[in-house]
């Protein structure tokens, strides 16, 4: 008697049939993945530009020094990047004669959220930061490169005091070099350069 063997596996209607699913399933849910990166990328914006003007504001109240980021002696060399680099790696670059200040002021270097050092310089979700500023009566400015205008949307929506930017649905095309909030480059292909000021 002849017995049939009972057949294993996937036939290949089965496996296009399975493949049709998730890319369908993919087409769906890739916006929401995009819109979960841009908000979190802007949330780490956020972060970070309230962050690093708290903790250099208060190394600098503790230790009795300027606020001026490029010229404030509690780092070693003073400079815009070696007090960013202050801020981000932490101790190292402190000049030794403020490092008693600058341990009692208890900062928590923001490591976690930049990558890059003094001399690459830093990024943070892959924007390229800087910032300047700082003296007595000046705003911090933190200086984002190469923003994608979905993120910077998000930020001109918070921060911009020009009318309209609460509820805008898209960037002005011509930027933003005045704002006493948030400042931004004329957009060009999908990108901007972003300054957002800490008072």
């Not at 979960?36 to 504001?57: C, E, L, V, Y």
């Not at 890059?116 to 911090?140: E, K, Q, R, V």
């Not at 400015?141 to 609460?166: E, F, H, R, W």
């Not at 960037?171 to 957009?187: H, K, M």
């Amino acid at each position: 008697m002849y017995v049939r063997r009972k057949s294993q596996g996937f036939t290949l209607i089965e496996l296009l049939t399975v493949l049709a699913v998730i890319g369908i399933l993919a087409m769906i849910g890739s916006p929401f993945y995009r819109g979960a990166t841009t908000d979190a990328n802007a949330k780490a914006i956020m972060s970070f530009t309230q962050g690093a003007p708290d903790n250099w504001r208060l190394v600098a109240m503790k230790c009795n020094t300027s606020t001026d980021v490029t010229a404030s002696t509690v780092v070693a060399t003073p400079s815009a990047t070696n007090s960013l680099a202050l801020m981000v790696s932490g101790p190292s670059y402190v000049n030794a004669t403020y490092a008693g200040c600058y341990a009692a002021a208890n900062v928590v270097p923001l490591h976690n959220k930049v990558t890059g050092n003094a001399t690459d310089g830093f990024s943070l979700a892959g924007f390229t930061i800087t910032w300047s500023g700082g003296a007595p009566g000046t705003p911090i400015s933190m200086n984002y490169a190469a923003v994608p205008t979905d993120v910077a949307l998000i930020l001109y929506n918070q921060y911009s005091s020009a009318s309209g930017a609460k509820t805008a649905t898209s960037l002005p095309a011509g930027g933003d070099t005045t704002d006493s909030n948030f400042r931004y480059s004329a957009p060009a292909g999908g990108l901007t350069n972003i300054t957002m000021l800490v008072y």
